[in-house]
Each structure stands twice: as structure tokens, then as C-alpha cells.
């Protein structure tokens, strides 16, 4: 009879500890990417479709606490003609953001890719003119949004794309590097609250280019110019060695800079960094892939957990971070699977892999 309790005891026993881990796991499931973070987890939106696409804000909901704008902030859509400002997406995003308790980040006020053709024309023909109105026009977008946007990303993509030199853009042609310098005082002005980053890509896999943007930062911290953040793109190729990138963020938090993983995706075939690109090294991708590529998910996260002290984590955001959005693939003519969710809004085990380097 004892035998009989003690074995229904232990089978009691086992049967609520069972019943706890089953409890545990469907809670884990229920759990997005914030929920295992001790920094911001973010995505890049677009707003109109975000709002049309109620799988995609529950995607948002779920996972993130701060949003970036891929397109709406952008120098082409906030003037896309002279003497008119066009605020309807901005302010549907802050709105968003506000409503969802979202940190919501500008980007990005200065990009020669994002400059509209009249101001590149009109510019040309007068340096003086562009420098008013870089003034102006940072001046009234940060300050339209002062203390509803948290961060800006001021300047994008002033360096080449390969190397350690300035990019020979309108503004560095008419302006100087100062240009630059001029940007975040301006910023500041109109926002004195509001983190300030450099925006650039390829700098995990750059030496010279990252040593470049490091000695510009020094210069810019050596006269007093409000630059608080540094911000690393990372689209990830998965054949860059993990090493590297970990001695790159190592060597962008010795700057004391909160620092951003700004727009990361993960891809499997390759690219020269031109539109139209791409290499297509694969035709389809497998499970092993996608194996491989939740490894290296994983890995960014623990690289950026362990090589940006706590003070300077200001949060990783993904790109387009779905395999139905990507901008990958039509801006390289590619056909990749670079994000962490699928073709039809489901976790990849990119997913889950970034979600253990988060939780580890």
C-alpha cells in the first residue's frame, strides 16, 4: 500500500512538473524579441502599409518598442518641392508611435540619396543658398517633432562605399566636410533632448572605412559637436567571420557613443553595393541555410550584448524584417531570404536564433 502512495505521489509529482513546463513553453511562444531584451528592439516601417496590414502591426506590437521610418522621414518626402512640407506621414507615424507607446527614430535628415532634385539643382548653382537652407529646413523638421521623435539619424552615408574618404556628394562639394559639423549643431538646436548619430554602412567589414569614420568622429567630438550615437547599418553578408565583426563594434564603443545596429538583415548571396548588383549564388534556400543563418542571428546579438557596455546600448533594429518586404531583393535583382520572418509573416529560426542571443 505504501509502495502504491509513493508511486502515485512521483507520478504526481512528475505529471505537475510537466504541466508547469507545458504552462512555461506556451508562455515563452506568447513572449516577442522585447520581452527577452534588456535594450530596444526595433523595426523599419512604412507607415501607410503598416496601417493597411494588421498581421504586420501585430508583428510590430509583439516584438518591438521603437520604429524607424525605411522611407516617410526622408529629405524627398518631407520637401519634396520648394517652399511646401509635406507632414502627413511623419505625423501619422509619431501619432503610431504615440498610440503604441513606440520610440520612434528620425531617419534620416541628410542623404545624398535622399536629397529631391530641386534642391540638388538649385544647390548646385548656389553653395551659399544650400547652406541656409540645410539650416532651415533641419531647424523646422527636428523642431516640428521635438520631443516626439527620440533620435535622428543626421547624417547618412558621408563616406564612400568602400575606403576611409569623405563621399563627394552635393553637400560635401558645396560645403566642406563641414557640412557635417553644421548638421548636428542645427540639430541640437532645435532639440537639445534628442540622441544625434552618424549613419553608415559596411563598417563591421571595412577596416578603413570604419577607421575613417572613427577619426572623423574625433574630430567632431574635439570640437564640441553634438554627436551622442554611431550608428552601424549591419547588412550582414553570411560569409563575414564573426571575429570581425566583433573586433569592429568593439573598436565603435571604445568612441563612448550609444551605439546602433540600424538597419540589420542577414543575407546568403552576395552584392557590389550597386543597385542591380547581385550575385545570385543560390536558387533556393534550405533548412541548413536557415540553420546557419539563425547561428549568425544569434551571434550578432551576443557580439552586441558583450562589446557595447550597457550605458551605450541604444538597440538593434531590423530592415524590412520580413522575406515578403525586403529591400534586398529588388534593389540587388536578387531572390534572398535575409530576415527573420518569412514570405508569409511566420518566425524563421532566424528568428528564434536572434531571440536566444538576446535571452543567453
Same mark, same amino acid.
Given at each position: 500500500?505504501?509502495?502504491?502512495?509513493?508511486?502515485?505521489?512521483?507520478?504526481?509529482?512528475?505529471?505537475?512538473?510537466f504541466f508547469?513546463?507545458?504552462v512555461s513553453?506556451?508562455s515563452?511562444?506568447k513572449?516577442?524579441?522585447?520581452d527577452?531584451s534588456?535594450?530596444?528592439?526595433?523595426?523599419?516601417?512604412?507607415i501607410?502599409?503598416?496601417?493597411q496590414?494588421?498581421?504586420? =502591426?501585430a508583428?510590430?506590437?509583439?516584438?518591438?518598442?521603437s520604429?524607424?521610418a525605411?522611407s516617410?522621414?526622408?529629405?524627398?518626402?518631407?520637401?519634396?518641392? =520648394?517652399?511646401?512640407?509635406?507632414w502627413?506621414r511623419?505625423?501619422?507615424? %509619431?501619432?503610431?508611435? #504615440?498610440?503604441?507607446?513606440? $520610440?520612434?527614430?528620425?531617419h534620416?535628415?541628410? +542623404?545624398?540619396?535622399?536629397?529631391?532634385?530641386?534642391?540638388?539643382q538649385?544647390?548646385? =548653382?548656389?553653395?551659399? +543658398?544650400?547652406?541656409?537652407?540645410?539650416?532651415t529646413?533641419?531647424?523646422d523638421y527636428?523642431?516640428?517633432?521635438?520631443g516626439?521623435?527620440?533620435?535622428w539619424?543626421?547624417?547618412?552615408?558621408?563616406?564612400?562605399?568602400?575606403g576611409?574618404?569623405?563621399?563627394?556628394?552635393?553637400w560635401?562639394?558645396?560645403?566642406?566636410?563641414?557640412?557635417?559639423?553644421?548638421?548636428?549643431?542645427?540639430a541640437?538646436?532645435?532639440?537639445?533632448e534628442?540622441?544625434?548619430?552618424?549613419?553608415?554602412?559596411?563598417?563591421e $567589414?571595412d577596416?578603413?572605412?570604419?577607421n575613417?569614420?572613427?577619426?572623423?568622429?574625433?574630430?567632431?567630438?574635439?570640437?564640441?559637436?553634438?554627436?551622442?550615437?554611431?550608428?552601424? #547599418?549591419?547588412?550582414?553578408?553570411?560569409?563575414?567571420?564573426?571575429?570581425l565583426?566583433? =573586433?569592429?563594434?568593439?573598436?565603435?564603443?571604445?568612441?563612448g557613443?550609444?551605439?546602433h545596429?540600424?538597419?540589420?538583415?542577414?543575407i546568403?548571396?552576395?552584392?557590389?553595393?550597386t $543597385?542591380?548588383?547581385?550575385? #545570385?549564388?543560390?536558387?533556393? %534556400?534550405?533548412?541548413?541555410?536557415l540553420?546557419?543563418?539563425?547561428?549568425?542571428?544569434?551571434?550578432?546579438a551576443?557580439i552586441?550584448?558583450?562589446?557595447v557596455?550597457?550605458? #551605450?546600448?541604444f538597440?538593434?533594429?531590423?530592415?524590412?524584417f520580413?522575406? $515578403?518586404?525586403?529591400?534586398?531583393?529588388?534593389?540587388?535583382?536578387?531572390k534572398?531570404?535575409?530576415?527573420?520572418?518569412?514570405?508569409?509573416?511566420?518566425p524563421?529560426?532566424?528568428?528564434?536564433?536572434?531571440r536566444?542571443?538576446?535571452?543567453?
Open positions: 500500500m505504501q509502495k502504491t502512495a509513493a508511486a502515485y505521489s512521483t507520478l504526481m509529482i512528475l505529471s505537475l512538473i508547469i513546463g507545458c513553453e506556451k515563452e511562444e513572449k516577442g524579441l522585447k527577452f534588456s535594450f530596444p528592439i526595433g523595426g523599419a516601417v512604412e501607410r502599409q503598416v496601417l496590414d494588421t498581421a504586420l =502591426e508583428i510590430i506590437l509583439e516584438n518591438f518598442t520604429i524607424t525605411t516617410d522621414m526622408k529629405m524627398y518626402a518631407i520637401a519634396p518641392e =520648394e517652399g511646401n512640407y509635406k502627413d511623419a505625423d501619422s507615424l %509619431v501619432a503610431f508611435s #504615440q498610440r503604441n507607446d513606440l $520610440r520612434l527614430f528620425g534620416t535628415l541628410v +542623404w545624398h540619396s535622399g536629397t529631391p532634385r530641386w534642391v540638388f538649385k544647390g548646385t =548653382e548656389d553653395s551659399l +543658398w544650400l547652406d541656409d537652407f540645410l539650416k529646413y533641419i531647424q527636428v523642431g516640428r517633432y521635438k516626439k521623435v527620440a533620435a539619424d543626421v547624417v547618412n552615408e558621408g563616406f564612400d562605399t568602400q576611409g574618404e569623405y563621399r563627394k556628394t552635393l560635401y562639394n558645396k560645403l566642406g566636410k563641414e557640412y557635417i559639423a553644421n548638421a548636428f549643431r542645427y541640437h538646436e532645435a532639440d537639445p534628442a540622441d544625434l548619430f552618424y549613419n553608415d554602412f559596411n563598417l $567589414r577596416t578603413a572605412k570604419l575613417g569614420v572613427l577619426k572623423m568622429i574625433e574630430e567632431l567630438k574635439a570640437d564640441d559637436v553634438p554627436i551622442t550615437g554611431l550608428g552601424v #547599418q549591419m547588412h550582414l553578408r553570411m560569409d563575414i567571420p564573426d571575429s565583426i566583433r =573586433e569592429s563594434v568593439r573598436k565603435m564603443a571604445a568612441t557613443l550609444k551605439i545596429f540600424s538597419e540589420l538583415d542577414i546568403f548571396n552576395t552584392h557590389d553595393d $543597385r542591380g548588383g547581385g550575385e #545570385q549564388l543560390y536558387s533556393s %534556400v534550405t533548412p541548413k541555410m540553420e546557419q543563418q539563425a547561428q549568425k542571428y544569434e551571434m550578432v551576443k552586441y550584448k558583450e562589446e557596455p550597457v550605458s #551605450q546600448q538597440g538593434i533594429t531590423f530592415w524590412d520580413t522575406d $515578403r518586404d525586403t529591400w534586398i531583393n529588388p534593389f540587388f535583382d536578387l534572398d531570404w535575409p530576415t527573420i520572418y518569412d514570405e508569409k509573416l511566420e524563421k529560426p532566424a528568428y528564434f536564433g536572434f536566444k542571443g538576446l535571452s543567453e
